[in-house]
């Protein structure tokens, strides 16, 4: 499927049977994370649908039937309601709700350890609860803020990455389709209920300045000096995506600005850490394949 990042419509919610259902997820028990590697600080994961239904399931694959329901997907009834009014269940894969606070979602690039085929999955995310101060980032398109209902389709075989910056709850739907059956499928088949559909709604883009390369410079040559080993690369790296949503760049200059802090350092395996860490993120990843990280340093 052809994609690239773009708002195609808004959810009105009713807001007190969200705030219910927001309120199961918060009150369920934390698991360990699946991506775990993907996150630097707070990143909470909750599966309403996946392959099996069961709601301890966090992991991604290809399998050929619908999402089954999970029983967490049957204790949140509204969203679940919602996903079954609007979607085509029929290629639905996995609807999982994902908490980022005070955190970072490591700048990356997704399903580079599935098929080939990498344009029969479209990836959606709606927003339920957002903070003021939340940004998403995507390699062309920018930096942005998800509103509450907004329906994004995010071109996540782009290098991409979020932030929260608070300690509030941003809360947000992602749903996963697979359409291996139908070629060259348009997006559009993921609404089974197009009244939702809306192409004119403007995005709240985040305008970035230039950022001048002798400051830019300056800076790395600053972070050079609290990079003393491997685990203060999570830190930089969160430090340089803070960054990056200020001033003009793709998310794969973070990477490039991450090698380069570390030559700065002239030691040769703090280099190829990360240059390990830009293969793994963004450039090529197998099944299975895990990329340890110290956590909670945002
Ligand atoms: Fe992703």
Redesign the pocket.
């Known amino acids: 499927m052809l994609t690239a990042t773009r708002l195609v419509g808004r959810i009105k919610f009713d807001d007190a049977s969200l705030k219910k259902d927001l309120k199961v997820l918060s009150e369920l028990p934390s698991l360990k994370e699946q991506y775990d590697e993907f996150g630097s600080g707070t990143w909470i994961n909750h599966s309403l649908w996946n392959r099996t239904g069961e709601w301890t399931d966090t992991r991604y694959s290809d399998y050929n039937h619908p999402a089954i329901r999970t029983q967490v997907g049957t204790a949140t009834s509204y969203l679940s309601g919602i996903i079954e009014q609007y979607f085509d269940l029929e290629h639905l894969r996995m609807a999982r709700v994902r908490n980022l606070v005070n955190g970072l979602v490591i700048p990356?690039t997704?399903f580079l350890e599935l098929s080939e085929d990498k344009d029969r999955y479209v990836r959606i995310l709606i927003p339920l609860e957002t903070c003021i101060d939340s940004y998403h980032t995507e390699e062309r398109f920018g930096v942005f803020r998800m509103r509450k209902g907004d329906i994004w389709i995010l071109e996540?075989t782009l290098p991409?990455s979020a932030l929260n910056l608070t300690s509030d709850n941003r809360r947000i739907l992602s749903l996963d389709f697979q359409y291996a059956d139908i070629p060259n499928p348009h997006y559009s088949s993921i609404f089974s209920d197009p009244s939702i559909c809306d192409e004119t709604i403007a995005p709240a883009l985040v305008s970035r300045t230039r950022l001048e390369p002798e400051d830019l410079q300056d800076y790395l040559e600053l972070l050079s000096t609290r990079f003393n080993d491997k685990d203060d690369a999570e830190q930089i790296l969160v430090e340089l995506s803070k960054v990056h949503l200020r001033f003009d760049s793709a998310v794969s200059d973070i990477y490039k600005n991450l090698t380069t802090v570390a030559r700065l350092t002239r030691r040769q395996e703090l280099v190829e850490h990360c240059e390990r860490m830009r293969t793994f993120y963004i450039g090529s990843r197998v099944m299975n394949e895990r990329f340890p990280l110290r956590k909670g340093l945002f």
């Open positions: 990356h997704d996540s991409h």
